[in-house]
């Protein structure tokens, strides 16, 4: 799968691109998609965008035995990263993970909007003990304002963690802009940098409140 970086500005911020999740994202955005097939696709889409974000993750030479001879194979080195999903959203995007590193670990991190400051504040914070080495892989469909994402990743590196990777599904210019300035040191994952975001915060074209779409609350 091709890795389109389209803000030079940010070199750690990339675009996968291949037809299936050309597809599937244009499936997400439609309006009269189900929940149950926004599910669906919400993990599809993940599976094929974790694909790429793990690609540098370290390996190890290790000694194993074929049913032939015994040799030196690369393995991961750390078999057991983290992935933290943001609450709730990122519930949707863990299990696709969790395919392709069936012994990863899970954090979770819970934060709402204050009606007066308009900041996140923290309402849960879980992360596995003795992890600070682990490669952690935040999960959020949406990259919107960046205000929560941006105070995701200050929590854990507060805790010491500081390989950190931020996956989502869709993303806005605005929103990356203030991670990548924040963070310039975590890379970002997705499968479309749109056009803005409107007077609500709200992603355009997007495809409305992933978290209300996933758990089909509105």
Request: hydrophobic fraction near 40%; charge should be neutral.
């Amino acid at each position: 799968m091709p890795l389109v970086a389209p803000l030079p500005q940010f070199p750690l911020f990339y675009c996968v691109k291949h037809p299936l999740i050309a597809h599937k994202l244009s499936l997400l955005r439609d309006k009269t998609t189900p929940a149950k097939i926004f599910r669906e696709l919400v993990s599809e889409v993940t599976l094929l965008i974790a694909y790429e974000a793990t690609q540098n993750l370290e390996l190890n030479q290790v000694s194993i035995t074929t049913p032939l001879e015994t040799m030196l194979t690369p393995m991961l080195k750390d078999r057991y990263p983290v992935i933290v999903p943001i609450l709730r959203a990122g519930l949707g995007m863990t299990e696709s993970f969790l395919q392709l590193i069936p012994e990863a670990r899970i954090g979770h991190i819970g934060l709402y909007r204050d009606e007066e400051s308009l900041q996140p504040k923290q309402y849960y914070f879980k992360i596995p003990r003795n992890s600070e080495n682990s490669a952690y892989f935040i999960c959020d469909p949406m990259l919107a304002t960046g205000g929560s994402t941006t105070k995701a990743i200050s929590l854990l590196k507060e805790r010491g963690i500081r390989h950190i990777t931020l996956v989502c599904l869709v993303a806005a210019p605005e929103g990356v802009q203030v991670v990548a300035s924040a963070h310039p040191d975590v890379t970002i994952y997705t499968a479309s940098l749109d056009r803005q975001l409107n007077e609500q915060g709200y992603i355009l074209p997007g495809l409305g409140d992933a978290g209300d779409r996933i758990f089909g609350t509105k």
